[in-house]
Each structure stands twice: as structure tokens, then as C-alpha cells.
């Protein structure tokens, strides 16, 4: 890792410390922290490294050598053609899909090569695929609620088993995501860009550290993108975010540093306007 990006993720780490527990005694630069269990290592400056990952299907490379690094709180979008593994890469950080060779750590610690799926999840990796999966018949609450308890909510009765602050997250949450003015309504009458909110939603009452998102704004009307745009601004720095998409409008509304995977590995990396520039990125991908 160079030393700048070194630098960003410090500065991304503090910021990060400070907007996870804001007690004036959690400032710093988080260095040399005592490691609570269940508590992410973050001292490397990045909450995601994957190094040299590879895997192929049938003897068709997906994913090649693939290197990444994400710092906590970091918004990161990735873009490139159709079949650059930007799915699949996905995949192997959930533990859907195992890399033939390479390294996929959460923190400094945690080797995801180790987890299960369900495990990964667990730990606070959330994942929203591109068709949004709400339960039609419940309301908006409900499905938040559902989310928020898990298999505990469908045993018993539902209602008045929430603690206080499991309401105000909700609460905020339903803020977050503007649906508080429906939810009352059942998820199957909300129109598409509502229902991908409320699966983001449903993700985010579980506090991921780290969110990924596969093209959530393909569906969506202008508003809805736009909208779309502010809440992922408003979730920077809370929680991690790498997004995939390929609407440029949207990629240049919530852009800081973007990558460009083409054939399974990272094509470019930096600013937008950087790899806009970049002949490589026009030829594979831009320019076309
Ligand atoms: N489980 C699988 N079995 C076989 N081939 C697969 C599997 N998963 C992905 N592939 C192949 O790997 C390549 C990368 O696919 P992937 O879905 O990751 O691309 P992508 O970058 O997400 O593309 P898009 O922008 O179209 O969504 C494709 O050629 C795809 O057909
Ligand atoms: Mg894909």
C-alpha cells in the first residue's frame, strides 16, 4: 500500500472511531487500541483486503489476481464491462463463492476464507443483490422488524418486544430511508426504487460494518436515483460501502475513489475523473 493511501486510511479510521462511539475518550488516531472480542481490527487502516484472488469456472477466469483495499468508512465504487467479475467478486467476499488461491481478510484478523456465508453475515457484511427480496404482504415497519430481530420475530408475537433503542433505530432508519410517512403500507404496494430502499433498510438495522451493493439504482427513475445518491452520501463514513454500478450519472454524484475491474482484475484506480481519463478504462469500457 503506498504511503498516501496509508495516510487516507488513518484519516478515514479516525473518523470512522469517532463516529462509532463519539465519547470524546474514543478520539485519536486509534493506534495501538486494545482489541475487544468482536470488535473489527482496524489498525492496518482498512476494513477489506483481498490480495491475489483468483477463481475459474469451467477453466473461464472470473476473477484474476484480484487486489483490493477498502478503509473503514470508505464509499467505493466499482465499475467496468459486463463479465468483469464485479458480481463475482462479490460473491467471494460474502463466501458464496470460494477463490481457487488468494486472501480475502475483514480487518486486520478476520480471514473470511474461514467463514460460511452465514457467518460472514454475522460478522456485519451485508449484501444487497439487485433484485430487491421484501416480503410483499407485511408493511414497511414489519419488514424492518423482521429484519431487525430475525427468526426470534416469526416465533412469537411481534409487537412490543422491542427495546427502546431497537424502536429509535428503526425510527432513524425509516428516516434514512423516507419511508417513514409508509410505514404502515405493505411492501408489495411500494414502487421499485421504495422497495430497494426498504431492502437497504433492512440492511442497515443490523449496523453492517461493511455493505455491499450490486447495482442498486438499475430500475430506478431519475428521483429515485437521485435519492438514492444522498442516502448512500449520508451513509459514508458509517459504514464501509462498495457499490457497483454502471450508471455514470449516479457512479459521478457519489464518487470519491472509484475501480476498474475488467477480466477479473483492477484495470485503474483513483479519482473519477482519473480513470475517465484513462485510455485503458475508454477502450474496455467508457469509450464504447
Ligand atoms: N457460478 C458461476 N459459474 C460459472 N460462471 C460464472 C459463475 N459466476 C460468474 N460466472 C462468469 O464469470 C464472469 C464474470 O461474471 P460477473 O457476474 O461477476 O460479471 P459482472 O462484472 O458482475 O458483470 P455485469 O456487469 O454484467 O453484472 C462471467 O463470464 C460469468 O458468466
Ligand atoms: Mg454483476
Redesign the pocket.
Known amino acids: 500500500m503506498n504511503p498516501d493511501l496509508m495516510e487516507q486510511g488513518r484519516e478515514r479510521l479516525s473518523a470512522h472511531q469517532d463516529a462509532q462511539n463519539p465519547s470524546p475518550a474514543a478520539g485519536g488516531a486509534g493506534y495501538g487500541r486494545r482489541i475487544e472480542p468482536g470488535q473489527l481490527d482496524l489498525t492496518h487502516g482498512r476494513i477489506l483486503y483481498l490480495d491475489e484472488v483468483s477463481v475459474s469456472f469451467d477453466g473461464f477466469r472470473a476473477i484474476h489476481k484480484l487486489s483490493l483495499d477498502i478503509a473503514p468508512g470508505e464509499l467505493r465504487c466499482i465499475i467496468g464491462p459486463?463479465g468483469a467479475g464485479?458480481?463475482?467478486m462479490?460473491d467471494i467476499i460474502t463466501g458464496k463463492t470460494r477463490p481457487d488461491q488468494g486472501t480475502v481478510f475483514f480487518g486486520g484478523t478476520i480471514d473470511l476464507l474461514r467463514h460460511s456465508e452465514a457467518e460472514i453475515a454475522q460478522l456485519g457484511i451485508g449484501r444487497k443483490f439487485?433484485r430487491p427480496t421484501v416480503f410483499e404482504a407485511m408493511s414497511v415497519y414489519e419488514n424492518l422488524e423482521l429484519a431487525l430481530q430475525g427468526s426470534r420475530a416469526l416465533s412469537a408475537s411481534l409487537w412490543g418486544r422491542l427495546s427502546g433503542a431497537q424502536k429509535d433505530r428503526l425510527a432513524e432508519v425509516l428516516a434514512l430511508i423516507r419511508l417513514a410517512d409508509a410505514m404502515e403500507r405493505p411492501a408489495g404496494l411500494l414502487s421499485h426504487g421504495q422497495k430497494q430502499w426498504l431492502e437497504i433498510g433492512m440492511l442497515l438495522v443490523q449496523d453492517p460494518k461493511l455493505l455491499l451493493l450490486?447495482?442498486p439504482v438499475a430500475g430506478m427513475t431519475d428521483p429515485e436515483t437521485e435519492r438514492t445518491a444522498e442516502l448512500f452520501l449520508a451513509l459514508k463514513g458509517r459504514h464501509s460501502m462498495i457499490v457497483?454500478e454502471h450508471d455514470m450519472g449516479f457512479i459521478e454524484r457519489i464518487a470519491e475513489k472509484v475501480t476498474v475491474l475488467a477480466e477479473g482484475a483492477v484495470l485503474a484506480e483513483g479519482t473519477l475523473a482519473q480513470v475517465q481519463a484513462d485510455e485503458r478504462v475508454i477502450e474496455v469500457y467508457l469509450g464504447r
Open positions: 459486463n464485479k458480481t463475482t462479490m439487485q450490486d447495482e457497483v
